[in-house]
């Protein structure tokens, strides 16, 4: 199973590759291996997934390889503010939606 992607390898820092939706498998980064079932299912990105375990957040995107200045995310098809990402506790059946900005003309 595949989670949405950061910037791309090779990309100079700061400058996200295209915006694509499978490229990261599930359990690792920050959240690390745990057994299967131990975190909330949810629904990101359009794809069912497994958290190995419970979060918030801001601790999910980051261990996705997301930088957290660079997206913008909805929760349960409402825009959850940055300033609430630390607190926001990911709940079992949450539907979040996530957004790489990418500048450029």
Do not use: K, Y
Not at 7 to 16: F, K, M, S, V
Not at 25 to 40: A, F
Not at 56 to 77: K, Q
Request: a neutral charge.
């Amino acid at each position: 199973m595949t989670l949405p992607a950061g910037p791309r390898d090779g990309e100079p820092p700061g400058r996200p590759g295209p915006v694509s939706h499978r490229s990261r498998p599930i359990g690792t980064g920050e959240l690390g291996e745990q057994p299967h079932g131990s975190g909330p299912t949810i629904h990101l990105n359009g794809e069912r997934r497994q958290l190995p375990r419970p979060c918030t957040v801001l601790e999910m995107l980051v261990a996705l390889g997301f930088d957290p200045r660079l997206v913008a995310l909805e929760l349960n098809g409402e825009i959850l503010h940055r300033q609430r990402w630390a607190r926001q506790a990911i709940l079992d059946g949450d539907v979040m939606e996530v957004v790489t900005i990418v500048g450029g003309g």
